[in-house]
Nanobody, 125 residues
Framework: EVQPVESGGGLVQSGGSLRLSCIASGFTDDDYAIGWFRQAPGKEREGVSCINNRDGKTYYADSVKGRFTISSDNAKNSVYLQMNSLKPEDTAVYYC??????????????????WGKGTLVNVSL
């Protein structure tokens, strides 16, 4: 069973940076994807970014493109989300999620099957 575990959240000022980490193992083959999703109070959960293990293809939500970067370290079973130029609207609980197939630019939460418990990112003015 795949159980993602994320960490790295915290309180930062607008314009600052934060790096989130996700550890996820237990995949049976090379066809899997890991992504980051977030949910702010009173809002629907939305996709932020994802990376496919098979081909390394990455996708980003328009709202974070150019500011966030997703990367992976297979030796450590880890995926990272480097967040720069943070804005108050980035404040949310960030979740790491995975599936056993692939992810696309749709970044749909419903496409993911395994979820971490979340880590809070709070960006102040």
């Amino acid at each position: 069973e795949v159980q993602p575990v994320e960490s790295g959240g915290g309180l930062v000022q607008s314009g600052g940076s934060l790096r989130l980490s996700c550890i996820a193992s237990g995949f049976t083959d090379d066809d899997y994807a890991i992504g980051w999703f977030r949910q702010a109070p009173g809002k629907e959960r939305e996709g932020v970014s994802c990376i496919n293990n098979r081909d390394g293809k990455t996708y980003y939500a328009d709202s974070v493109k150019g500011r966030f970067t997703i990367s992976s370290d297979n030796a450590k079973n880890s995926v990272y989300l480097q967040m720069n130029s943070l804005k108050p609207e980035d404040t949310a609980v960030y979740y790491c999620a995975a599936n056993n197939f692939y992810c696309s630019g749709r970044l749909s939460p419903s496409s993911m099957d395994y979820w971490g418990k979340g880590t809070l990112v709070n960006v102040s003015l």
